[in-house]
């Protein structure tokens, strides 16, 4: 239990930090680093100005990871993400020039700009953890976490997510726009200097890799593993859905609600902790069919009706009777 209270530490010191350049979007931090907790990676989707940028920095800072930011444009070409082999003439063989992707955290900038098969490169980074070029495969630095962002709103010139590739993103979170409060308080803060620029390491790599495996740890009883299934699959069934979760939601909510826990000063994880993540972990994953389209349905809205009707473990959901 003291090293899991050590590994919540960790956790809250990096949100605690994060905190002091992002303001009063304190969900939005508690997810991005229940994420880094994790071992996933993030999809933040909001419109343009609200920090989507600023939060990958603050995250690489906090926790003194290398950083390395790829601004996708329908030019960009797989190889500038992951490198080339370039034949050096002074000794005679190639060498190998890592591209950005070779870092402990990736900033990909606006994703949704680049061609499918631009973003299909980092397709086994986010998932294997190790690039492969002209045939020789190389391990990733650890930690290593992909944040990608994307508008919501603007469409042309851009390229929808492959599934496989939303299906890889741990969580989709967005920020919105501040309070006036707290708009106020982004502008004094930044009257002479970004807060970014003086932001100080909270912990060390070694210690949020530590971390990591402490998540792990955190006991999950059977039956909310059956929730944790049950919700997943409740995604399948829907009428409204042409496409639902899969076995990799399973995991990412499992593994996510075991960080939430942690932060929260938990070994053990409940099913408030499991609905808590639903949303983020499974609402960017579902296809939504064209005619719940049609109707102003979405993700979040389906994943919102599943929560109300799937039995928590020890209660009845409205609407649901025993078979």
Same mark, same amino acid.
């Given at each position: 239990?003291?090293?899991?209270?050590?590994?919540?530490?960790?956790?809250?010191?990096?949100?605690?930090?994060?905190?002091?350049?992002?303001?009063?979007?304190?969900?939005?931090?508690?997810?991005?680093?229940?994420?880094?907790?994790?071992?996933?990676?993030?999809?933040?989707?909001?419109?343009?100005?609200?920090?989507?940028?600023?939060?990958?920095?603050?995250?690489?800072?906090?926790?003194?990871?290398?950083?390395?930011?790829?601004?996708?444009?329908?030019?960009?070409?797989?190889?500038?993400?992951?490198?080339?082999?370039?034949?050096?003439?002074?000794?005679?063989?190639?060498?190998?020039?890592?591209?950005? %992707?070779? #870092?402990?955290?990736?900033?990909? /900038?606006?994703?949704?700009? =680049?061609? *499918?098969?631009?973003?299909? !490169? &980092?397709?086994?980074?986010?998932?294997?953890?190790?690039?492969?070029?002209?045939?020789?495969?190389?391990?990733?630095?650890?930690?290593?976490?992909?944040?990608?962002?994307?508008?919501?709103?603007?469409?042309?010139?851009?390229?929808?997510?492959?599934?496989?590739?939303?299906?890889?993103?741990?969580?989709?979170?967005?920020?919105?726009?501040?309070?006036?409060?707290?708009?106020?308080?982004?502008?004094?803060?930044?009257?002479?200097?970004?807060?970014?620029?003086?932001?100080?390491?909270?912990?060390?790599?070694?210690?949020?890799?530590?971390?990591?495996?402490?998540?792990?740890?955190?006991?999950?009883?059977?039956?909310?593993?059956?929730?944790?299934?049950?919700? %997943?699959? #409740?995604?399948?069934?829907?009428? /409204?859905?042409?496409?639902? =979760?899969? *076995?990799?939601?399973?995991? !990412? &909510?499992?593994?996510?609600?075991?960080?939430?826990?942690?932060?929260?000063?938990?070994?053990?994880?409940?099913?408030?902790?499991?609905?808590?993540?639903?949303?983020?972990?499974?609402?960017?994953?579902?296809?939504?069919?064209?005619?719940?389209?049609?109707?102003?349905?979405?993700?979040?809205?389906?994943?919102?009706?599943?929560?109300?009707?799937?039995?928590?473990?020890?209660?009845?959901?409205?609407?649901?009777?025993?078979?």
């Amino acid at each position: 239990m003291a090293v899991q209270s050590a590994a919540r530490d960790i956790g809250q010191r990096i949100v605690g930090n994060v905190n002091k350049v992002i303001v009063g979007k304190d969900q939005a931090v508690q997810q991005a680093v229940i994420a880094l907790l994790s071992r996933g990676h993030i999809l933040i989707e909001d419109v343009p100005g609200v920090g989507k940028t600023m939060l990958a920095k603050s995250m690489a800072r906090s926790t003194r990871c290398t950083f390395k930011r790829i601004q996708f444009t329908p030019d960009l070409l797989p190889s500038d993400i992951t490198g080339v082999s370039i034949f050096n003439q002074k000794v005679g063989e190639f060498e190998f020039r890592p591209g950005p %992707v070779v #870092a402990q955290v990736v900033l990909a /900038d606006e994703i949704n700009r =680049a061609t *499918p098969k631009t973003q299909s !490169a &980092l397709l086994e980074a986010m998932e294997e953890r190790q690039v492969t070029v002209d045939g020789v495969t190389r391990p990733l630095p650890r930690p290593f976490i992909v944040m990608a962002t994307q508008n919501p709103i603007e469409y042309e010139g851009t390229f929808p997510l492959p599934e496989a590739q939303l299906d890889r993103f741990m969580l989709r979170i967005t920020l919105g726009y501040p309070s006036l409060a707290d708009e106020m308080t982004i502008m004094e803060r930044q009257q002479l200097a970004h807060p970014i620029d003086s932001l100080e390491p909270a912990v060390t790599p070694e210690e949020l890799i530590q971390a990591q495996e402490e998540v792990k740890q955190v006991y999950v009883d059977s039956l909310v593993k059956q929730y944790i299934v049950a919700l %997943v699959e #409740a995604t399948r069934k829907h009428s /409204d859905v042409a496409l639902g =979760a899969s *076995p990799r939601a399973s995991l !990412a &909510l499992f593994r996510t609600s075991q960080a939430l826990a942690l932060l929260r000063g938990r070994d053990y994880i409940l099913p408030d902790d499991v609905k808590e993540m639903a949303e983020a972990v499974i609402a960017h994953r579902l296809i939504v069919g064209p005619a719940a389209r049609m109707r102003g349905n979405d993700g979040r809205r389906i994943t919102g009706s599943i929560l109300e009707t799937v039995p928590v473990p020890g209660a009845r959901a409205k609407g649901w009777s025993p078979s």
